[in-house]
């Protein structure tokens, strides 16, 4: 195959997967998030719901796995591909035939299962990503990637609220189980195969399974002896003041990770050991973590509830939101990315990083606004019926200007701080454990995301929605004062010398 033709073909399999990789997310999360809304789920549990996306933060505990294991006949990262692809196709199936209020603790328990099989997967994409692409290539293939990524979460968190409206919820989750059955099939067809450079760590494997167990086995003990320690203490896991109830949550994770991490090293999970090792051996690891953390926090606390804000908040129907929010919102994405490549031309990585998350902090601005002023304070325009086939409008539809503009300032935004902080996490791969370390940055960057939704929940209802975005705002700060005190070390990270007056 000529070369430009098999680079072609790595790059086409890479947007591909970056859809793959973004469709489940939105499925226990925004789109989640509109069906335990219009199910009538009060808006303190929508929060505590977020929860489910736990193992999106955990994901660098089993890729050493992934990394360490061969399933037979497809390699490694195909293998894997195949394995997540059509567990989770099912796994979605399975879902769509429960109910939020009938069924909730199966109902959260299949979400948790759906977001479990979501990670291991990003996992293994982020993997056959690194592997599959030349150098020269990852800058553009991690492009392609995000938009793919976009794509995916389109589709599922926005053009499945217009289905909803059509067909119902139940039906919109059977869809998305066909169509990773369809990512599945790609997979095992079209995905160009990866070469010697993707072969297993060399270690014992009997010895990394009874790591991983003993990293389980510490996992589960820290987070029941922080329940027992807060009981013993007088508290009520079941308390009606959702502090408390959120009080147990955190202190379950701050006592489960040591001891999970504790016992790992104990009893010899190699590979997850060695890929610790080399990634902290690398100059301001620790800050980046923190920088990590932090960059997407202000983003990552507005958008947990911007679906329940929009259709409970501001009585947007389910359709309004998605119309607004992803068919016109994916035209936006795309500008912001094109801009943000166009921009990092230019800018160096760390240039690009604080503008980028100065720009992402400051659009919540943007639902501030609608917070106070209210849906129809700038007018709006009618949206004429329209049939694509796939998608259908059949009433005429009032947008609102001011939710457009709301909407507008996250997508293009977000969409470059994203671009930029996708450069920084492949920058900071050592490409020997290219699985182990990306999980572990990316399940980093999603403890914002994951973490903040309880909290969110509560500060929603405490403070109310004006008072709730401005938090958003400065949460963002800490994020962007980051970016400027390591501004050496990240320009040493590219090989930038530049120096900033």
């Not at 977020?50 to 796995?65: D, E, I, S």
């Not at 922080?226 to 502090?243: I, Q």
Request: hydrophobic content about 55%; aromatic content about 12%; charged content about 10%.
């Amino acid at each position: 195959m000529p070369s430009s033709l098999a680079a072609f073909h790595r790059l086409f399999a890479v947007l591909v997967l970056g859809f793959a990789s973004g469709l489940p997310l939105s499925l226990t999360g925004q789109a989640m998030q509109a069906w335990l809304t219009v199910e009538g789920v009060d808006i303190a549990t929508i929060g505590f719901l977020g929860l489910v996306g736990v193992p999106y933060t955990f994901k660098f505990l089993w890729a050493p796995l992934m990394d360490r294991f061969e399933p037979p006949f497809l390699g490694r990262r195909k293998g894997w591909l195949m394995a997540t692809q059509l567990v989770m196709a099912a796994t979605l199936w399975w879902m769509s035939g429960l109910s939020p209020q009938g069924a909730p603790l199966a109902f959260a328990g299949v979400a948790v299962l759906v977001a479990f099989l979501s990670a291991s997967q990003d996992v293994v994409i982020d993997a056959y990503r690194t592997d599959v692409l030349a150098a020269h290539e990852r800058g553009l293939g991690g492009s392609l990637a995000v938009f793919g990524y976009r794509v995916g979460m389109i589709l599922s968190g926005g053009i499945a609220l217009i289905w909803a409206e059509q067909w119902g919820w139940s039906r919109v989750y059977e869809i998305m189980a066909w169509i990773m059955v369809g990512a599945a099939a790609f997979s095992l067809l079209a995905t160009p195969r990866v070469g010697g450079a993707s072969r297993p760590l060399d270690s014992d494997p009997k010895k990394e399974l009874l790591g991983f167990l003993a990293l389980l086995s510490g996992v589960l003990a820290g987070a029941f002896l922080s329940r027992w320690v807060l009981m013993g203490l007088g508290l009520d896991p079941e308390d009606p003041n959702k502090w408390i109830r959120l009080l147990f949550v955190l202190a379950g994770i701050a006592c489960a990770l040591p001891l999970g991490g504790w016992a790992a090293r104990r009893v010899g999970f190699e590979t997850l050991n060695r890929s610790l090792t080399t990634y902290f051996a690398q100059p301001g690891a620790w800050a980046f973590l923190l920088l990590i953390v932090l960059y997407k926090l202000s983003d990552a606390f507005a958008g947990s509830l911007t679906t329940p804000f929009l259709i409970k908040g501001m009585a947007f129907t389910q359709a309004e939101v998605g119309i607004v929010n992803k068919i016109i919102g994916i035209w936006l994405t795309i500008f912001g990315a094109i801009l943000a490549g166009a921009l990092m031309l230019r800018l160096s990585l760390y240039r690009a990083l604080l503008l980028f998350g100065v720009l992402q902090m400051l659009a919540n601005f943007g639902f501030y606004t609608l917070a106070v002023l209210g849906r129809g304070a700038w007018g709006g325009f009618t949206l004429e019926p329209f049939d694509w086939g796939f998608m259908a409008i059949l009433q005429p539809a009032e947008i609102d200007n001011l939710l457009m503009f709301a909407i507008a300032a996250e997508n293009i935004t977000s969409g470059m701080g994203t671009a930029a902080f996708v450069a920084l996490l492949m920058s900071l791969c050592n490409q020997r454990y290219t699985a182990t370390h990306y999980a572990l940055l990316s399940a980093l960057a999603s403890i914002g995301r994951i973490y903040v939704s309880p909290l969110a929940g509560v500060m929603a209802e405490s403070i109310g929605w004006p008072a709730f975005f401005v938090m958003a705002v400065l949460l963002g700060v800490p994020g962007v004062y980051m970016v400027w005190r390591m501004r050496d070390t990240i320009r040493a990270l590219t090989g930038n010398e530049e120096k900033r007056p």
